[in-house]
């Protein structure tokens, strides 16, 4: 069993930066990928970002060069370090956990956390 808790959101200056940070419950830890999605309102939740067991990661054309995923498998965290916001960043982060990356975009099988409101003004 996976629990997930989302941190770090809040009111950012378009330029700005944030960190979020996932924490997870599971034994399981180091087997897992984890990765971001985001959800804007009125448009569909996207992937933004994930990091595999091994830390190979994959990021959308959207979050190239500007945002970077990690883990720390000693702490069960994982962190999306976003700079260079822009007001299109604004929507809920959520983290999510999944036996594999490509498991993970496919969303049949996704751990997901309560997500936390990241909000860039212009």
């Known amino acids: 069993q996976v629990q997930l808790v989302e941190s770090g959101g809040g009111l950012v200056q378009a330029g700005g930066s944030l960190r979020l940070s996932c924490a997870v419950s599971t034994r399981s830890f180091n087997a897992l990928a984890m990765g971001w999605f985001r959800q804007a309102p009125g448009k569909e939740r996207e992937f933004v970002a994930a990091i595999s067991w091994r830390g190979n990661t994959l990021y959308a054309d959207s979050a190239k060069g500007r945002f970077t995923i990690s883990r720390d498998n000693a702490k069960k965290m994982f962190y999306l370090q976003m700079n260079s916001l822009k007001p299109e960043d604004t929507a809920v982060y959520y983290c999510?956990?999944?036996?594999?990356?490509?498991?993970?975009?496919?969303?049949?099988?996704?751990?997901w956390g309560q997500g936390t409101l990241v909000t860039v003004s212009s």
């Open positions: 999510t956990s999944a036996g594999t990356i490509a498991a993970m975009r496919e969303s049949t099988n996704n751990v």
